[in-house]
């Protein structure tokens, strides 16, 4: 098990161990790419972006975009690390997946088989109905502290958020998108595993992606090029964009400080856009889960009464104009992050920007057509 000291380490010799982009792209699309990133970053009035691209395995391209730090005139460059907010679910689930192919949980089995701390509820709820928010767990609501600032050392300590509400539909018969369901899951992993979540993902699961600098987004612990995070101020107030200091509407501000331990799972790892093409690329080649897991996790559930919806376990699922995709996207505070695969044309993006409530994945699948079209 890698204790704290070597996971900064880690972090600090990223840069070094990286792989640079192994292709190039043609200048032409390049210059494409480049001005539709600057047109949505205007548009959407993004901070700081930087944007990777992946075509058949490998890294093609990766550039930032903007300010990384507003305050210190740091620009965003390849090497950026942001907030993945609810892309860290496809980890979480790839995680589940391993420990299902090794016999340690099964799928259909309920999540009190595996986490003593979790309280009996009016209907059990299995793995499977997690991975693809049907357990009936609770998202966010209005009772909670937005701005965490307390840290929790293990995923089942975080439950204290959630486990004592009571569970919003019947697990099966509704899908109903949950951040603390993927959290249940963290502690699922570490019931299974014996080993903390965070621990598990170092050193299970970012070996066989070769994400060098994908890591838990920790609050206390130095992490080479971490982006600062920023909103920009509002008269309304939402879960994910607060004006506590009264800022006059449209001014750039600092994102609210939250220490997103308490639901690492679901939205609270942190890496380099790069690194995000790397992991979906490895889930495709099958060196993170075997392929049938792979494949399982990439077809769209049905509700009890046969219902299809558009998850899988850890993954959106999309289909338009005859492409298949996989995606997923998510806004925090002080991020907003973008991860599309589209399947058959081995073609990945990756947009990652350190300004909440943007669209991101507006970019990305725009990016991914430019690319699609230039082949």
């Known amino acids: 098990m890698l204790d704290l000291p070597t996971r900064t380490l880690l972090s600090i010799i990223a840069l070094s161990l990286a792989a640079l982009p192994g292709q190039a792209l043609d200048t032409e699309l390049v210059q494409d790419v480049e001005k539709l990133i600057h047109a949505e970053m205007e548009s959407q009035r993004m901070v700081g972006v930087t944007v990777a691209i992946g075509v058949d395995g490998e890294v093609v391209w990766s550039k930032g975009f903007g300010l990384a730090d507003v305050e210190n005139d740091v620009p965003a460059t390849e090497y950026t690390v942001y907030r993945m907010a609810s892309v860290s679910k496809p980890v979480t689930a790839a995680a589940v997946m391993q420990l299902v192919e090794q ?3 099964d799928l259909d089995g309920t999540v009190g088989t595996y986490v003593s701390a979790w309280p009996e509820k009016r209907w059990p709820i299995t793995i499977r109905q997690l991975l693809g928010h049907q357990g009936g767990v609770r998202h966010y609501a209005e009772k909670d502290v937005v701005s965490n600032t307390k840290a929790y050392s293990t995923s089942t300590e975080s439950l204290e958020y959630f486990a004592d509400d009571p569970l919003i539909v019947e697990p099966g018969t509704k899908y109903s998108y949950s ?17 903390s979540f965070v621990d598990y993902l170092v050193e299970h699961v970012y070996p066989l992606a070769g994400t060098e600098t994908m890591q838990d987004d920790s609050q206390s612990r130095l992490i080479k090029h971490r982006a600062r995070g920023y909103s920009f101020a509002s ?3 939402s879960s994910a964009n607060q004006n506590p200091g009264g800022a006059p509407p449209g001014e750039l501000r600092n994102a609210m400080l939250v220490d997103v ?4 799972g679901g939205s609270g790892l942190c890496s380099t856009a790069a690194d995000l093409v790397r992991f979906a690329q490895s889930m495709e080649a099958g060196k993170v889960v075997k392929p049938e897991s792979r494949d399982l996790m990439w077809t769209a559930q049905k509700t009890r009464e046969g219902t299809q919806t558009s998850y899988g376990m850890g993954w959106i699922i999309a289909e338009r104009a005859g492409r298949r995709f996989v995606v997923h996207v ?8 973008s991860l599309i695969l589209l399947r058959d044309e081995g073609i990945v993006v990756a947009v990652m920007c350190n300004t909440e409530d943007t669209n991101p994945g507006l970019i990305g699948r725009r990016i991914a057509f430019l690319v699609e079209s230039s082949r």
């Open 103 to 105: 016999g340690k949980i």
């Open 179 to 195: 951040t603390y369901g993927f959290n249940l899951l963290g502690a699922v992993i570490e019931g299974a595993s014996d080993m």
């Open 235 to 237: 008269t309304e107030s």
């Open 261 to 264: 331990s308490y639901k690492v």
């Open 330 to 337: 998510g806004t925090q505070l002080g991020a907003s992050t």
